[in-house]
């Protein structure tokens, strides 16, 4: 354990993480800096931005102060990229970017390139290639035909395998193609390969039309972008059907519902939003950039007896800096084009969210499948979302509102002018929250016990710190109990646990999907941008409870969403004994995927909570990716996903991330 400050410890793995890829490095790859070095550089770098403001140099000492006080308590964390560039040489700061893709070779290659500089410098993107004419349409300019989106995505896709991120880790993608594209169906399917497009999440942009029509079991039409012509009349539910299936059989394709983010689109004079990032919860524009934050709910609880609750006095003054850092990262940040320059500038979306949200229902003695859980949620995040907006229209007063204000949905609101046209995204929060020792995100925890298999043959059991304190207190604690959790991955039925205990320690596949999306739909009511949430299934869904999960998330609100169900991977390394012995499906007819995109953050919770890698460490204490060998079950340290491991490198289908030695 290392400790930040009394009472505030990274645990042993967070501090590896930390060492492999956040912390500064000398001449010879040696870290030159320890955890509280990074973020004072982070801190000292950030707060210089606001020299730009007529800050002096006390002033600009005193917010550095506070923004390395907050990190340091764990109270809040920036974005990797913030973490990892402030104050070196690469100096990009940002981790959500969206490229314009246009029907052209010329545009299609400029957005490689694009796609190469921004990868290499950390960041992930996202794409519409709802634009792009489809497969077998005339191409005139050479008498051929097109090849269509997906074999130009292959090609995104192989541009992206060859650049590394940072040095240290390979890009993510998002593809989204609009579902009235004549090739929808084609890219509904075109990852039932697991050897194809590993480093693309996809999603099919659905409409509100769409929608209707699948609800009356109407028609859609295809369009060519091209000419504005229509190419076919498909059956909706059909195509929502191929939608559900691939989702139960994979996790892909996830959906989006691009009209509600464009109701939600705070500058339409600009130009429609057609993408996200990689994990969906940020949707943007062509070039548009977006740096996110996250409030650790944990670090925002008093502990007082009989259960915590939590502190909004203290997490309003969490907020209020959030805010204020991440509008200083807008003018810290080096940005890797200068269209992106130009559109961040201009909107300055900046994403404010949460981790630790099981954590935190934990110790409040809440269970995450309750009213009280869900009422909360919205409590928590409308306060969030208010005094976000509160602290950014106070940065106005002093900054100016964000350029193209008076163009924009804001303008001519109650509360006069905001510094920022966006400041609230709920993101997955993968490794942050393994930083910051608690659940990721807004997921509800994998498992309570989970075992790992070291190489001489041990066994080493891990046990939630909350749920073990919690079962020591109360007198129940039991090796054979344990081993049993760490077998079921549940307390449920277990009769020597008292009820109350059962009721609140719940898992995320004891969490039935209506309550997950529910969960969701609650925190995106008061989310400007968008949720990161993942709906877990146990193995034995069916595609019929994916549909209706879909449809559910339409009817409440989100935004977008995605699916995971237990066991569909044969590569799933992070499983309960009961799920990784689940027999495979026998109705899927296509192949599978090696790594789950729908698991990520379920998974990465199992890794979060405990403060524990789960692969087979050669020195029995855990350790970085790139020291495994070849056959070692193995897990990404940057989305929680099972890895390829081949010639000494490691690397993740899931998110691209990789190491070698």
């Known amino acids: 354990m290392y400790e930040l400050k009394p009472g505030v410890t990274l645990s042993d793995n967070a501090l590896t993480v930390l060492r492999r890829r956040y912390l500064a490095r000398d001449a010879d790859g040696v870290p030159s800096e320890d955890p509280l070095g990074m973020f004072r550089r982070v801190a000292d770098n950030v707060a210089q931005a606001e020299r730009a403001y007529g800050a002096d140099d006390a002033e600009i000492g005193a917010a550095a102060d506070r923004f390395f006080d907050a990190m340091a308590s764990l109270e809040f964390l920036p974005n990797s990229p913030t973490l990892m560039n402030a104050g070196r040489d690469l100096q990009q700061l940002a981790a959500c970017f969206v490229l314009p893709v246009q029907d052209s070779i010329e545009s299609i290659f400029d957005a490689i390139k694009h796609t190469a500089l921004i990868h290499k410098s950390g960041g992930g993107t996202g794409f519409s290639f709802s634009r792009l004419r489809p497969k077998d349409d005339v191409v005139r300019s050479t008498r051929g035909v097109s090849s269509g989106p997906i074999s130009f995505m292959t090609v995104f896709n192989a541009a992206t395998e060859a650049i590394k991120q940072g040095g240290t880790r390979r890009g993510a993608n998002m593809a989204i193609l609009h579902v009235d594209h004549p090739d929808i169906l084609e890219f509904i399917r075109c990852k039932t390969d697991n050897q194809a497009l590993t480093n693309f999440n996809i999603s099919v942009g659905l409409t509100a039309d769409f929608m209707q029509a699948v609800e009356s079991g109407g028609t859609i039409r295809t369009v060519n972008p091209r000419t504005g012509e229509v190419v076919a009349e498909l059956d909706a539910r059909e195509v929502f059907d191929a939608i559900v299936v691939g989702a139960w059989r994979n996790g892909e394709p996830g959906i989006i519902f691009l009209d509600r983010i464009n109701a939600d689109n705070p500058t339409p004079t600009l130009g429609m939003i057609e993408s996200t990032n990689p994990c969906g919860e940020q949707p ?99 306060f969030i979302q208010r005094r976000a907006r509160a602290a950014s229209a106070r940065l106005a007063e002093s900054r100016g509102p964000f350029p193209n204000y008076a163009a924009s949905t804001w303008a001519g609101r109650e509360g006069g002018p905001v510094r920022n046209a966006t400041v609230t995204t709920v993101a997955p929060t993968g490794t942050l929250s393994l930083i910051a020792g608690v659940s990721s995100g807004i997921e509800p925890l994998f498992a309570l016990v989970f075992e790992r298999h070291v190489l001489d043959g041990d066994v080493l059991r891990e046990v939630h710190p909350i749920f073990e304190r919690v079962a020591r207190e109360r007198g129940f604690y039991a090796d054979d109990l344990m081993a049993h959790l760490a077998d079921t991955g549940t307390l449920h039925g277990v009769s020597n646990v008292p009820e109350d205990v059962r009721r609140v320690f719940v898992c995320a596949h004891d969490v039935t999907p209506d309550w997950h999306i529910r969960m969701q739909a609650a925190f995106q009511q008061f989310t400007d941008n968008a949720v990161s949430k993942t709906v877990n299934f146990p193995n034995s869904a069916t595609p019929d409870h994916v549909r209706a999960v879909f449809l559910k998330a339409y009817e409440l609100g989100c935004k977008g969403v995605t699916v995971y169900r237990d066991g569909s991977r044969e590569a799933q390394v992070l499983a309960t004994a009961a799920s990784s012995t689940a027999a495979p499906p026998t109705e899927a007819p296509m192949s599978e995927h090696a790594a789950p995109r729908g698991s990520v953050r379920s998974l990465m919770q199992r890794i979060a909570s405990t403060g524990a890698f789960v692969r087979g460490e050669r020195d029995g204490v855990g350790g970085p990716l790139g020291t495994e060998e070849p056959g070692d079950p193995i897990v990404c340290l940057e989305c929680g996903d099972p890895v390829v491991h081949e010639s000494g490198c490691v690397v993740c289908p899931s998110c691209g991330f990789s190491e070698c030695p």
Not at 294 to 323: H, Q, T, Y
Not at 340 to 359: C, F, H, P, S, Y
């Open 284 to 382: 943007l524009l062509p070039y548009e950039s977006c740096n996110l934050g996250s409030v650790n709910l944990v670090r925002m609880l008093r502990r007082e007896a009989p259960r915590a609750e939590l502190d909004f006095d203290r997490l309003g003054g969490i907020v209020d800096l959030g805010v204020r850092f991440l509008d200083d990262v807008i003018d810290a940040n080096r940005y890797p084009l200068d269209e992106i320059a130009e559109q961040t500038r201009g909107n300055r979306k900046i994403g404010l969210g949460v981790m630790g949200w099981a954590d935190a229902l934990f110790k409040m003695a809440i269970p995450y499948d309750s009213e009280q859980a869900i009422d909360l949620a919205r409590v928590v995040m409308a």
